[in-house]
């Protein structure tokens, strides 16, 4: 008894290296496992899959596999609305709101410039961090398939591109959010929303050059990080105009 798996579209490029760029493998059904697991043997994480097929047929993750069958495994295609129930997912997160894992850090930067709510725990282990997104309604950013494979993260992506401006032009894109960008509303540091404070509540903490050339200022109000449009905001909103126009 054989089961035969097509990956379509960019699937194949993400499976562990044995397999890798090899759209149709074969498998021998020699016990009976759900189609998350057979999906997830070749290394490919279920977050990844937009669609399933058995013979023709569309599953769920929880779907057993025990016999000879031909399965069908299809992407999560642009514009992907992770606030709407299909056929997979059928719980919607409540909002959307991401979990940026260390490995792709400095992506959760970019997406809280961008204004995104984007949470980063460093100093959490990979059990903690997918309890987080469960608890929490976050969709998991990451390049770790094995944290992406547990079973409580219900969404999540594995970031394809290596430099961080691309990273951000791929979830923009995945998500379709290039028309609900607020850059620096938020908390670069800590994720926080900004608050606009008047200059005479913080002159004494200001550089004499900043005092001199900047009137307005904000102030998260949970780690009281000051931001002014200095040149380094200059170079920020350059690279998110990039995508405000993509
Ligand atoms: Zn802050």
Known sequence: MAIT?????????????????????????????????????????????????????????????????HIDIWPITPPWDVLQPCFLRPHPLPHLHFLVDINVGK?????????????SHPDLDDTELAACAEAEGRLLLSKN??????????????????????????VLNLLN?????????????CNTHLEQVAKEEIDHLL????????QEFSRCPACAHLYWPGSHVKKMLALLARDLTA
């Open 5 to 69: 798996v097509n990956f379509h579209d960019d699937l194949a490029s993400l499976l562990r290296r044995q397999w890798r760029h090899q759209p149709q493998l074969k498998l021998a059904a020699t016990r009976t496992a759900s189609i998350k697991d057979v999906v997830e043997s070749f290394g490919l994480p279920h977050t990844e899959v937009g669609r399933l097929l058995v013979d023709g047929r569309e599953v769920a993750f929880h779907y057993l596999i025990n016999t000879s069958c």
């Open 107 to 119: 992506l959760g930067r970019l997406l809280r410039m961008a204004g995104f709510d984007a949470a």
């Open 145 to 170: 398939r094995a944290l992406l494979m547990r079973k409580n993260i219900h969404f999540g992506r594995i970031i394809r591109a290596t430099a961080p401006p691309q990273q951000l032009h791929e």
């Open 177 to 189: 959010l290039h028309g609900q960008m607020q850059p620096l509303s938020r908390c670069l540091e």
């Open 207 to 214: 550089e004499p050059l900043t005092r001199k050339y900047y």
